[in-house]
């Protein structure tokens, strides 16, 4: 019997796209664009991308309790 290696090298994307980002988050990209503060990034003129670190910061301060300025916090306060 013939044998095979098969090796594959996967490499995670930092910058995500609107839509990856808010699948990272497991939100609707509606959701996501309505309750994520973290601001894009312009890498490339035209191309905004979210960085997945910050997405993960975002996320754990939901988690630890720490108030974020989502748009709807913005909007509550005026």
């Not at 990856?20 to 991308?49: M, R």
């Amino acid at each position: 019997m013939a044998t095979t290696n098969l090796n594959i090298s996967v490499i995670d994307k930092r910058m995500l796209k609107q839509s990856e980002a808010a699948s990272y988050t497991g939100l609707p990209i509606k959701h996501f664009k309505a309750a994520c503060p973290v601001q894009p990034v312009e890498l490339k003129q035209g191309t905004l991308l979210w960085d997945r670190r910050d997405i993960d910061l975002w996320i754990d301060d939901v988690k630890s309790g720490v108030v974020t300025n989502t748009r709807e916090n913005i909007l509550d306060r005026l």
